[in-house]
């Protein structure tokens, strides 16, 4: 029944029931009574008329509905009546309930992502393990796809697996990357990432193209003309969304290729986290490869592992069948091939798994991360739930007489509940609504920096969708429901006459007792969840100014820096040398440009190379690890690195290196080649290849650590001995100079021994060192390249100092947001102390009156008031700062240089709530003081 | 508390006086006074309606679609609502009357013998 329908039925209620008794006074006059007389008689005889028009109306009542609308109505204007406590609340929760939705919103896009293909659950993704780690690879290259255990597999296996693993799986294909590629043929020359995917990529995950067509098998076959797609997010930025572009030819490092097609624009990678600009087929590994990447053939070896196999499972089968066909077909080509890698005793086998889980990619790098964080929002919720239900609780309390009022005019106790909930539930809503707001700002805000961490855009697709919504929507309303219900049920067992009378010092003890148990409780709780939080922040602040403050061992002020890769241009040591010559002559004479150099890695960049290297005099097959790092002339002039004895790089250096690296190059070849043609049984012996040592400069740590301290000038240091020349001993290194120690990768990794060699043959950064602001001179750098070298795309160019920022992001990230936390705990810890206080102020006017007319004075009753606070927030301190010594242990990794039981930062933090809760009973301290004993005494 | 015996008699009276108006509505449509009077006369006056209570009885009637109402003059020259039974109203007047009967048949069987024996 509609609400139309019974409104169209009660219309005339009312004139019908007029008429009724009209009709019966007609009678009664009728019947010979006076008009007076008739008509009270009729009325008398129909009854109350109100009755029965409430008894009608209830008949068409969806009762329910009414009491809601009631309720609603009731809880409106009880929020109007208290704007500042509706005020107080709704930011408390929408700052609570936004965090958690912020927080949510990005764990969701990270971690329960959809996969952007059709039917994932049947895609496979494979694995393999063995007794033995470490086989005779031919090369071994991973890209960050798996989390757990290895996937790179070879390519014969692949194929293999294709033809022969049919009964278990409809369709197999294979990725690989993505890698650098110089890109030319739209603008100027650029770097682009480009993933090698099998024949059948795109037809076996399910991803259709956005234009043009994809890859197919016949793209992959050998010598097919080189064809590409585009990814979308590409196409849009680099090709501006020209519809055009399928047809067009390109060139990859110096392999000319064709644009086929653009993928479709919801799928960015299988694996989360992880971008590439175009696709090519696996079989252009031959003439675009990597420049890491041996001379090794990859698409027959069976010893190359190095593409990610996944697969589609025919409709039917189980994984453990699957499975066995998969590890039958690995044994068949890695213990049977014809380059056997394992023996039986090896037992390898293969695994699957879903690609949802076993591609985890970026996701497990952010995880943590986001686990931190998200526990941090929990108790920060929890905190707005307590502090919340502190101020609904005191509220209550000073309602209770219109409770009372409302329970002895027949209110039952269920209506009252629900009535207090209705409330509650509204106010949530709106904290909820206005959550999801700040949430928005607080997602764009979040991605953004993290984006800024990346120098790039942010690695995952963060939009909110109905899984964040309903977490939203149900967070929402379990708070309402927590806050609202243990002030309601207290309401609820009102006892009406005490309550009425309204002499709360007397008659309800018992009942204020149990208020303030709750009200204390609740206070202690947010006091000690603010320490855990803050202190927990603290620690992170600490750790974050420990690796600022940190001296790298070099000046990372005023300098800029940039990538230039001319291996992928397809230069050779001699040209490189000359373009780096040009570049740095060119550099050095431009106005700001205090002086330049460069070297195959940056430092503080992120990463890092490093070989093994055998001393002199140690017993064979012993090598020791050392960090490595290819530099130019003038490298420590300019990075201010010290040199402490012998002397820097000179020219002659660099020509020294490369005559020796070629003669290394080509015994190599020569040693490889003639145990190629010789017997297997023939043992071979080479001469030592005839080439000075590499001369090196090593630092101090690598001095006190293989030289005990003693001055290494002119000692030499041998190549490692594991996995010798075929042809010859090569001539290793010559210690020339001893610098000072620097960071390398990471400002929280130990320095390690390092050796520095003159850069002849890399991909490289340049830095400059400027007399003025860094980032200023970035334009004319990328001017001075484009003039010197189109095609030397620039890549990674920031100043040092964002450098350090970069490499720092995780430690800002963490911070920043445990800092905003801290921040947000501290403060509704004030909220909620102010709410208590200012609630038993307001009760104890009249004890409190009553003692100043007796003479008490002003600090008489501070003390009566602040000594409560004392106590409650002695013990929150006490409760909280036991939990962060049991919780910060957790942190112990992210920390640098301090302990995760820091007493200082544990004491600084106690100190700030302590002032913190001393602001917040100021304001009801003042008032408690002021209160006039006369008002006070008639208050009640 | 005493609302649920309350409770317990408003419903045995509603039955009751359902089951009257439906029967009065037989002969014709009628408005709510003639309704009342009717089942007074009709009774020989031995039942006396609280004339109000007829109100919600005649709209939980016209809620379960038994009765309709249509708008119409009384005989004070007023505009009043006119009952009227409808078809499912009709058959639910028979099956509450067979009720009636043997309700009020099996109570008398037990009541008559009783009377006897004093």
């Not at chain 1, 044994?331 to 394992?342: D, M, Q, S, V, W």
Request: charged share 20%; with cysteine; hydrophobic share 45%.
């Amino acid at each position: 029944m509609s609400r139309r329908d019974r409104k169209r039925h009660l219309s005339d209620l009312e004139s019908d029931i007029q008429n009724h008794i009209e009709i019966e006074t007609q009678d009664n006059i009728a019947r010979g009574m006076s008009p007076e007389e008739a008509r009270y008689a009729a009325m008398r005889k129909f009854g109350n008329v109100t009755r029965v028009m409430e008894d009608t109306r209830e008949v068409w009542a969806i009762t329910w509905l009414d009491h809601l609308i009631q309720d609603l109505r009731f809880a409106l204007r009880g929020i109007r009546k208290s704007p500042l406590f509706a005020t107080v609340v709704v930011l408390t929760l929408a700052l609570g309930i936004g965090a958690n939705t912020a927080i949510f919103t990005i764990i969701d896009s990270v971690m329960l992502r959809a996969i952007p293909v059709s039917d994932p659950q049947h895609l496979l993704v494979f694995s393999w393990q063995s007794h033995k780690e470490n086989p005779d690879f031919i090369g071994h290259s991973s890209f960050g796809d798996c989390t757990g255990p290895d996937c790179s597999l070879p390519v014969p296996y692949f194929r293999a697996m294709r033809t022969q693993g049919s009964d278990s799986f409809s369709k197999v294909a294979a990725f690989s990357g993505p890698i650098p590629v110089n890109f030319t043929g739209n603008g100027p020359a650029s770097r682009a990432q480009g993933t090698y995917v099998s024949g059948d990529f795109f037809l076996t995950i399910g991803v259709s193209m956005f234009l043009g067509r994809p890859l197919g098998p016949a793209d992959d076959a050998p010598g097919a003309p080189a064809a590409i797609v585009l990814d979308y997010a590409y196409w849009r930025s680099a090709f501006a969304s020209d519809p055009t572009v399928v047809g067009r030819a390109v060139r990859l490092n110096d392999t000319s290729a064709m644009i086929v097609g653009v993928a479709d624009s919801r799928f960015t990678n299988l694996t989360p986290g992880k971008f590439q600009d175009f696709y090519m087929p696996l079989s252009l590994v031959t003439s675009v490869r990597s420049q890491w990447w041996s001379s090794g053939e990859r698409l027959m070896n069976p010893g190359a592992f190095w593409v990610v196999v996944i697969g589609r499972l025919q409709p039917g089968v189980s994984i453990a069948h699957a499975r066995a066909t998969a590890t039958t077909i690995f044994r068949n080509e890695t213990i049977h091939g014809a380059k056997p890698l394992f023996t039986e005793a090896d037992d390898p086998t293969v695994n699957l798994t879903y690609v949802q889980q076993g591609l985890g990619g970026e996701t497990a790098q952010i995880a943590p991360m986001l686990y931190v964080m998200m526990s941090a929002v929990g108790i920060v919720m929890l905190i707005t739930c307590a502090n919340v239900a502190g101020l609904v609780l005191a509220r209550s309390a000073r309602r209770q007489k219109e409770m009372a009022l409302r329970m002895a005019i027949g209110a039952g106790p269920g209506r009252i509940v629900r009535q207090l909930l209705t409330e509650s539930i509204l106010l949530s809503t709106l904290g909820g609504l206005l959550g999801v707001l700040l949430s928005l700002w607080g997602v764009r805000a979040i991605t953004h920096f993290v984006a800024s961490g990346y120098n790039d855009t942010f690695p995952f697709v963060v939009e909110p969708n109905w899984r964040v919504l309903a977490f939203t929507l149900a967070v929402t309303f379990v708070t309402g429901i927590l806050f609202g219900l243990a002030p309601a049920r207290r309401s609820a067992r009102v006892d009406v006459n005490p309550a009425l009378k309204e002499n709360p010092s007397a008659s309800s003890k018992a009942m204020i007792g149990k208020r303030l148990r709750l009200g204390d409780a609740l206070v202690v709780a947010q006091v000690a969840f603010s320490i855990v939080i803050a202190v927990g922040a603290g620690l992170l602040v600490r750790t974050l100014e420990n690796l600022r403050s940190l001296d790298p061992g070099f000046n990372t002020e005023n300098m800029v820096i940039f990538g230039v890769n001319p291996v992928l241009a397809g230069y050779d040591s001699a040209k490189i040398m000359q373009v780096c010559g040009t570049l740095q002559q060119r550099f050095a004479a431009t106005p700001g440009v205090v002086s330049v150099s460069y070297s195959g890695d940056a430092l503080l960049s992120g990463s890092r190379s490093g070989t093994d290297v055998h001393l002199d005099g140690a017993t064979p097959q012993k090598n020791e690890a050392v960090d490595t790092m290819a530099i130019g002339l003038d490298f420590l002039s300019t990075m201010k690195i010290p040199l402490l004895s012998g002397r820097a790089f000179v020219s002659q250096d660099f020509a020294t290196t490369a005559t020796t690296d070629a003669a290394v190059k080509s015994a190599h070849d020569a040693g490889e080649a003639a145990v190629k043609k010789a017997a297997p049984s023939a043992h071979l012996q080479f001469p030592p290849i005839k080439a000075a040592p590499i001369p090196v400069l090593v630092n101090r740590k690598l001095v006190q650590e293989f030289f005990a301290n003693h001055n290494p000038i002119g000692k030499h240091i041998g190549v490692s001995d594991y996995n010798p020349n075929p042809g010859g001993l090569e001539p290793g290194y010559l210690v020339v100079g001893v610098v000072g120690d620097t960071k390398y990768s990471d400002l929280r990794r130990e320095v390690k021994p390092a050796m520095y060699l003159p850069l002849t043959n890399n991909s490289l950064h340049f830095e400059l060192r400027t007399a003025m602001n860094p980032a200023s001179l970035i334009p004319a750098v990328r001017e001075i390249v484009a003039s010197v070298d189109r095609n030397l795309p620039l890549f990674e160019v920031m100043t040092q100092s964002e450098q350090v920022d970069r490499i720092l992001f995780q430690e800002r990230l963490i911070t920043r947001v445990a800092g905003f936390f801290g921040v947000l705990t501290l403060v509704l810890a004030c909220f909620g102390l102010y709410g208590l206080l200012s609630y038993e102020v307001a009760w104890r006017t009249r004890e409190l009156g009553i003692r100043m007319a007796l003479g008490a004075q002003s600090r008489d009753i501070l003390n009566l008031v602040i000594n409560q606070v004392i106590v409650i927030v002695a013990i929150g301190l006490a409760v909280g700062i036991a939990a962060a010594l049991g919780l910060t242990r957790f942190m112990s990794d992210m920390l640098y240089n301090v302990r995760p039981n820091d007493p200082g930062t544990i004491a600084a933090v106690a100190a700030l709530l302590a002032v913190v809760a001393l602001i917040a009973c100021y304001l009801p301290a003042r008032r408690a003081i002021h209160t006039d004993p006369i008002v006070a005494l008639r208050h009640e | 508390m005493s609302t649920k015996d309350e409770l317990d008699r408003i419903e045995m009276l509603q039955g009751t006086l359902d089951l009257l108006i439906l029967r009065t509505l037989v002969l014709g449509p009628a408005h709510g006074h003639a309704i009342a009077k009717a089942i007074e006369f009709r009774s020989d006056e031995v039942l006396q309606v609280e004339q109000g209570s007829l109100y919600p009885a005649l709209h939980r009637l016209i809620k379960r679609k038994w009765i309709s109402a249509a708008e119409g003059t009384s005989e004070n020259n007023r505009r009043a609502k006119f009952y009227s039974l409808t078809a499912k109203g009709r058959a639910q007047l028979d099956l509450e009357t067979r009720k009636w009967d043997k309700f009020a048949g099996a109570i008398a069987r037990i009541l008559r013998p009783a009377k006897q024996e004093k």
